[in-house]
């Protein structure tokens, strides 16, 4: 049970689901760069194509910028917990064909605010860790909050307003994947060994 103003409140469903997949993903991250170094983090399996590093800078960049908008959102306003989040038909169409992972998902080019360099130094895995830290303490705070109802602007869509509920689900379902995308770098068979 965790407290908000002396009240107690439980996990909610849609807390505790979302923060067990930021811990098995902050997992899965640690064992694909495990023993990794520099050459291997920045290598790309083609021209244009993103490294394992580049992921991960691109996800820590995306995190920090929808935790930075998502935050203040939910401050002052009163406690109303909801078990589950629900998305409403434009945030589950954003959500389907722009951010949740799918073999044949429609790509898109990351706007340049968020996208990474050319090179990254392994201080990135530890970025990327910390962003995912940041955003499970904020679950924690917004677990008491109806995060059905209170809105945030999108950070990189100007003129677009999501609740954080369906920001939450933004962040999980893009690190799912471009974790998907660094396994598939990493498996290339042209990848450096």
């Excluded at 945030?152 to 100007?158: E, G, H, M, Q, V």
């Amino acid at each position: 049970m965790g407290t908000a103003a002396g009240k107690a409140f439980h996990e909610t469903a849609w807390s505790s689901r979302l923060s067990f997949e930021l811990a098995g993903i902050d997992q899965a991250v640690q064992a694909l760069v495990s023993g990794l170094n520099e050459a291997q983090l920045n290598w790309q399996p083609a021209a244009g194509a993103w490294s394992i590093g580049q992921c991960l800078e691109h996800l820590s960049i995306t995190n920090e910028k929808y935790l930075a908008a998502m935050a203040p959102a939910l401050q002052g306003k009163p406690d109303a917990p909801v078990e589950e989040i629900r998305a409403g038909w434009l945030s589950h169409w954003f959500l389907k064909n722009f951010i949740e992972p799918s073999p044949g998902g429609r790509k898109v080019p990351a706007p340049g605010k968020i996208r990474p360099g050319s090179r990254v130094n392994p201080d990135v895995i530890g970025r990327f860790l910390a962003s995912n830290r940041a955003c499970r303490e904020l679950i924690v705070q917004a677990r008491s909050k109806d995060v059905n109802r209170i809105r945030f602007w999108n950070p990189l869509a100007p003129g677009i307003r999501f609740t954080v509920g369906v920001g939450f689900e933004i962040i999980a379902s893009h690190e799912q994947r471009h974790v998907m995308q660094a396994d598939r770098v990493k498996d290339s068979p042209s990848f450096p060994r």
